[in-house]
């Protein structure tokens, strides 16, 4: 068989390099290349060979073939006349007009599906809302210190007698109970996506940005799926390898609270020169506190429930080591940035 | 808050055989946040961050009880030495404590603006510098220090978190000191020289003749406070009632540590440890005597609040099995009196954790995070999951996105708040902007977007922005309830071509109506920032959807609809056409047309001499011949050459009478 191999493709390219017309060449290549040519009957044989053998001859088939393709192509180039069969496959394409999404839209729809898949339904509250909603339906009155954590824009305009000032919401927290009084009956899973406010300004922080907010409530919700439902984000989002841990911390909505990290994408958690321990921060969470499910008209006897609620740009920032030096490069047009995503 | 605390001194009341890094890894993970260690060349100091409702953290020795609750969870010895716990200091021994009055100094207090009262006086102070191992110390936690007097006071609220004052006692000219509240009007000098008119409703201290000798809890005024001349001191610790710290203090924009700390409520328990510290001290480095009984007005000291719950609560919020004892044993450690009787748990809240624990979630988070939240398991909820939102927005919204961007189009996301240059209508007005270019809520995209192409300026190519994004509407109404309104925040989608042609531009807003298989229409009208006679309104049947259109005075052609109505309009479901039997005949037919003729018109006229055209499209201009596209089509047959010239004859005839249009030979 091997001996009926060479003798064939000495006797192909014999004639190859003989023929002196493309027409001739593609005669040649039917005889030989083609679907009932010489080759192909050989192939045919190979199941007839012993599996030691049959492995050899496939290799030298194959070899064979390749150098007929090869020179009968070469040889057309060759031939007069050849020039006008002349195809140049490395001639650049003619792109379409590509447009962009922004980052921030990517990081949403993402965060969006991550959710979606375990049961979230997404919403959207007011920007522009009641006080009562982002503070005092939280369980934060009046002159409560803990209001200063956020440096809340006000609106100018009338007071509601209830409701009090009118704020650009600093956190999508504020959806928590608007959220209740929709649903009215536990299960909620709620993911609230909006734009937030707060009066400040530099490199990491920009006065307009994005929150994500998760809330759920059901009969016997507990920190253990507080910490499933983090470690089910952290590793759909950003791999498998990632969790989190909690730790604790204070907000006059949640009881118990907890400040989130992940764990470091270079070391995993065992420490490095980038996350010094091993993890770094991610954000707020808790369990409801029954102030706020009071607010809300469910019954804290008989619900209880998580939240967290985080930056959109800071879980962008952390995925994709982006190294944006100006977090409000990100709200700026020019379109040297936006082209790049 | 945050907090500074040197390793060194952290240890005076800490005994352990944790080192600083491990100290700071427990804490972290157990209690408040230790951001970082900074190593100095005999100390490590941690800077550790304190949630508002844990003032009682706010000190060395808190850090340390803390600690030494914490520790001993990861295996580390810890001891709370036991400083404040009966131990007096020798000073104390010769205070007789006089619960009223004093004879050098008359006090009248209000009970319902202060909860307790001590003072005692020191003659003979030695003013100077501090030693060096105080004012070191102070350094390292980030006071300056100033004289040994001023120094004390702040290294006690430093040591022990509660903030302590110090008058000199002969300035205190008429012996009296009267609690009260202050009138609007009136006013004061601190003692940093700066003079403030109070709003009314702050505590201040009256000299009995109605001049104010104190900002307590806040900050001294300069009529009383320590100078150099000082000789003789009164001590003073007071607890004002934190609300009105609050509102005084961000009131008159007065941030010192003792306001931070006093807002927060204080425990007035700690009152007594710290002025006996304070005592000692003074003795020990400024050499003063005490010269008075200590008084301590204190009418309702605490009485232990009392949190009842269950064994069944706390494990339906924690999801785990903690043993009884072990509850038992954690809350004790805290310094919480914790008594079982079968499932049922009552705890009596130690007066430092008084006004942060007082629900039984309160005793939950103490055990969960000592227990540590790193030792919980992690698992999904189950249970049923909520219906969807029927009527979402958010996938019509993300649809739209893609079909520009698959035009070419590139989002970008703008700010919400724009200058008043750029306020066309009534719009929102903001109380605190952050500056003049941020001061309105916007009521359109056009300025923003317009913006954002001049910041392009420099691009050669053609490009297209758009933005899919909130504008906010004040509504004038009230409600029939007399109520008022919040604004309309309306989703609007916008975009704005450069360096394109009219065609283009219009290809791309027409593709994205089709795509969501809207029907639409246009009609020339003309409206403010576009030039005359370059924009159209886009309707389906009645309603309106948008405008396009050439911007006035700008190389732009700005388009933009309300995504609502837009979705709205969109059919998401297309009902199946029969394909049809026979083939349709197709033409190209090119007409020369007189000047001014709006082609659009053209079309519809076309269009509407037979229902056998069941397409026209215009596929070519040059000079003033048009060439249109014709598709002749009878469902029921396939349409001869004869009655195909039928119906073009009579096309020609519409289009000659209509616009003069002649056929092209």
């Given amino acids: 068989m091997q001996e009926d191999l060479q003798n064939l493709k000495n006797e192909a390219l014999a004639q190859i390099l003989d023929a002196k017309s493309s027409d001739e060449l593609e005669n040649l290549r039917i005889s030989y290349l083609g679907r009932n040519g010489k080759l192909n009957k050989l192939t045919k044989n190979l199941k007839n060979l012993k599996i030691e053998e049959r492995k050899q001859a496939g290799m030298l088939l194959n070899d064979a073939k390749n150098t007929l393709v090869k020179t009968i192509s070469s040889q057309k180039n060759k031939l007069k006349g050849g020039v006008r069969e002349w195809f140049d496959p490395t001639i650049p394409g003619k792109k379409p007009k590509i447009g962009h999404l922004h980052l921030i839209t990517k990081a949403i729809d993402e965060i969006s599906e991550v959710f979606k898949q375990i049961g979230f339904v997404r919403v959207r509250y007011p920007e522009v809302e009641w006080e009562w909603f982002p503070f005092d339906s939280l369980n934060m009155p009046e002159n409560h210190p803990a209001r200063d954590e956020w440096e809340t824009f006000l609106v100018e305009g009338k007071h509601h007698p209830k409701y009090g000032r009118i704020v650009l919401t600093p956190h999508t927290s504020s959806g928590q109970v608007r959220e209740m009084w929709r649903v009215k009956k536990p299960p909620i899973r709620m993911l609230n996506i909006a734009k937030c406010y707060r009066r400040q300004s530099d490199a990491s922080h920009s006065p307009m940005f994005h929150h994500f907010e998760g809330l759920v409530v059901d009969k016997g919700i507990t920190i253990v799926h507080l910490k499933g439902t983090l470690d089910y984000f952290a590793r759909t989002f950003y791999g498998p390898e990632r969790l989190t841990r909690i730790r604790p911390y204070h907000f006059q909505f949640t009881e118990p609270s907890f400040e989130v990290d992940i764990n470091c994408d270079i070391c995993l958690g065992r420490g490095c020169k980038v996350c010094k321990d091993g993890w770094l921060e991610l954000g707020g969470a808790g369990m409801v506190h029954p102030v706020v499910l009071q607010n809300g008209g469910i019954d804290p006897n008989r619900f209880t429930g998580f939240a967290f609620g985080w930056g959109v740009e800071r879980v962008l920032m952390m995925k994709s080591g982006l190294k944006i030096p100006d977090l409000r490069l990100l709200y700026s047009s020019d379109l040297r940035f936006l082209r790049q995503f | ?665």
């Fill in chain 2, 1 to 665: 808050m945050n907090i500074k605390i040197p390793h060194s001194w952290l240890i005076e009341f800490l005994e352990t055989n944790a080192r600083p890094e491990k100290i700071g890894e427990c804490l972290s993970l157990c209690g408040p946040t230790v951001e970082r260690i900074e190593k100095t060349k005999d100390d490590a100091i941690y800077d550790i961050e304190v949630t508002t409702n844990r003032v009682d953290l706010m000190s060395v020795y808190g850090i340390a009880r803390e600690a030494s609750v914490i520790l001993p969870q990861f295996g580390y010895k810890a001891k709370l030495k036991p400083y404040l716990k009966g131990q007096a200091f020798e000073s104390s021994k010769k205070l007789e404590i006089n619960k009223f009055v004093s004879d050098e100094i008359k006090i009248t207090n209000n009970v319902k603006l202060c909860k307790r009262i001590l003072a005692v006086k020191l003659e003979g102070v030695n003013l100077g510098p501090s030693p060096s191992w105080l004012s070191e110390r102070l350094i390292k936690v980030g006071q300056r220090p100033l004289n040994n007097a001023i120094d004390i006071t702040n290294y006690v609220m430093w040591e022990i978190g509660h903030p302590i004052h110090v008058f000199d006692f002969d300035r205190l000219s008429n012996k009296k000191i009267i609690v009260r509240e202050a009138k609007k009007g009136e006013s004061l000098i601190t003692l940093d020289g700066v003079k403030y008119t109070l709003k009314g409703g702050e505590v201040v201290f009256d000299d009995g003749k109605g001049e104010i000798i104190d900002l307590p809890g806040i900050m001294g005024t300069a009529n009383s406070v320590v100078t150099p001349n000082t000789n003789n001191v009164l001590l003073w610790i007071e607890s004002i009632d934190p609300t009105r710290i609050r509102r005084a203090s961000m009131g008159l924009g007065i941030r010192t540590q003792a306001a931070i700390l006093n807002e927060k409520q204080v425990d007035p328990e700690l009152g007594m440890p710290a002025i006996l510290r304070a005592v000692e001290l003074f003795e020990k480095i400024a050499k003063a005597r005490t010269a008075s009984k200590l008084v301590d007005i204190y009418p309702s000291p605490y009485i232990p609040q009392k949190i009842k719950t269950t064994k069944t609560f706390i494990d339906e919020r924690l999801g785990i099995n903690i043993d009884k004892n072990q509850i038992k044993s954690i809350l004790s450690n805290l310094e919480f009196r914790a008594s079982w009787s079968r499932n049922n748990l009552e705890v009596e809240v130690p007066s430092f954790r008084a006004q942060d624990v007082a629900i039984p979630e309160d005793i939950t988070e103490e055990v969960a995070r000592i227990y540590g939240y790193h030792k919980f398991p992690s698992m999904l909820m189950q249970g049923a999951i909520p219906e969807k939102l029927h009527d979402s927005p958010f996938d019509f919204e993300n649809k739209i996105k893609n079909i520009l961007k698959g035009w070419g189009g590139v989002e970008v996301y703008t700010f919400s708040m724009i200058p008043k240059e750029s306020v066309e209508k009534r719009a929102l007005k903001l109380t605190n902007p952050l500056g003049k270019d941020s001061e309105y809520m916007r009521t359109s995209l056009m300025p923003s977007l317009i913006e954002a192409a001049n910041q392009n300026s420099g691009e050669k190519e053609p490009f297209h922005l758009f933005e899919i994004a909130n504008v906010y509407l004040p509504r004038r109404s009230i409600t029939k309830t007399g109520l008022p309104l919040l604004p309309e925040e309306k989703m609007m989608l916008a975009g704005i071509f450069s360096q394109y042609n009219f065609r283009d531009s219009k290809g791309v807003v027409e593709l994205l109506l089709r795509d969501n298989k809207i029907d639409y229409s246009f009609e020339p009208l003309d409206s403010t920032f576009f030039a005359p006679g370059r924009r159209v309104e886009i309707r389906s049947g009645k309603v309106y959807l948008g405008q396009f259109g050439i911007l006035d005075g700008e190389d732009f052609i700005y388009y933009e609809f309300d995504c609502e109505t837009l979705r709205r309009v969109s059919a998401t479901t297309i009902p199946y056409k029969l394909l049809p039997k026979y083939p349709p005949q197709i033409e190209d037919i090119t007409l020369v047309l007189p000047q001014r003729t709006k082609v659009g018109d053209v079309i519809i006229s076309i269009k509407s001499v037979s229902h056998l055209i069941n397409e026209v499209e215009l596929i070519d201009i040059f000079k003033d011949a048009y060439t249109f596209r014709i598709w002749y089509q009878n469902p029921k047959k396939t349409l001869s050459d004869a009655e195909v010239e039928e119906i073009r004859n009579k096309v020609l005839g519409e289009v000659k009478k209509k616009f003069g249009a002649t056929i092209k030979s």
